[in-house]
């Protein structure tokens, strides 16, 4: 669900004509500059914009660190973009292989409403334009260590073939396909959310908040942040 490197995204544009979605707020890319080429619809409205983003062709959507970028592909995934990639590298990435930046967005072009369930889209939306600051990151594994000790579950959403490479002790281990269709996750507790990057751990957060665990929150960190912390590994 994403793409892996600069080169990768170079190649895509050189291909096709795809549409490249900031998610970033406006006063983010009014001060940062944007990849050239780009329309910017912050995470929080982008539910509330629905037509500007096409279904017919290839849409990139990035940010300043690719956790945003996770949580608006999977959420236009769930609505049923299924052409929709995430570029991990985000913005920064893109001008640190030496490309530049604009201070110029794309102007907003409608491609009509998708046919999506109203009440689905609203619960969507409620999910994104309620996002709290930090975007439901959970700040440093140290912080996280320190809330399971207190009680909270930390769950693992990597692929069984990560699990091979070690896991947190005491993690809950359930693969991201595999989170909607699980009864062992906790509604009464809180929970932090892991992977090997932090990629799927951004892509499961819609999935987990709308299906009703408001508990939830990510560590953007990755796996081997939790090592680095001290962290009991098995």
């Known amino acids: 669900m994403f793409i892996r490197t600069v080169e990768d995204l170079e190649e895509a544009i050189a291909a096709s004509d795809p549409v490249l979605l900031d998610v970033r707020t406006a006063a983010e890319v009014e001060e ?3 990849i050239p080429g780009s329309i ?10 629905l037509e500007y983003v096409p279904t017919d062709q290839p849409v990139y959507v990035f940010c300043a660190t690719a956790w945003r970028a ?3 592909t999977s959420a236009l995934r769930m609505l049923g973009y299924d052409n929709v990639l995430g570029f991990s590298p ?3 990435g893109w001008e640190a292989a030496g490309n530049e930046l604009t201070m110029d967005v794309e102007p907003l072009v409608d491609y009509g409403a998708p046919d999506v369930e109203p009440e689905f889209v609203a619960a969507v939306d409620e999910f994104l334009s309620t996002l ?3 975007y439901l990151t959970f700040p440093g594994a140290d912080n996280a260590l320190e809330a399971q000790e207190a009680g909270a579950v930390l769950l693992d959403v990597r692929q069984p073939d990560n699990f091979e490479e070690g896991y947190v002790a005491d993690a809950l281990t359930i693969p991201i396909r595999e989170l909607a269709a699980s009864d062992e996750i906790p509604t009464d ?3 932090v959310v892991y992977c090997q990057t932090a990629w799927r751990t951004s892509l499961s957060m819609p999935i987990l908040h709308l299906l009703g665990y ?3 929150r ?3 960190g990755g796996f081997d942040a939790w090592a680095e912390a001290g962290a009991e590994i098995f």
Do not use: Y
């Open 32 to 34: 940062d500059g944007t």
């Open 40 to 49: 910017n619809i912050d995470l929080r409205d982008l539910a509330q914009n």
């Open 70 to 72: 996770g949580l608006a």
């Open 90 to 92: 985000s913005a920064p």
């Open 132 to 134: 709290p600051e930090g």
């Open 189 to 191: 507790t809180d929970v």
């Open 214 to 216: 408001d508990n939830v």
């Open 218 to 220: 990510g560590f953007p």
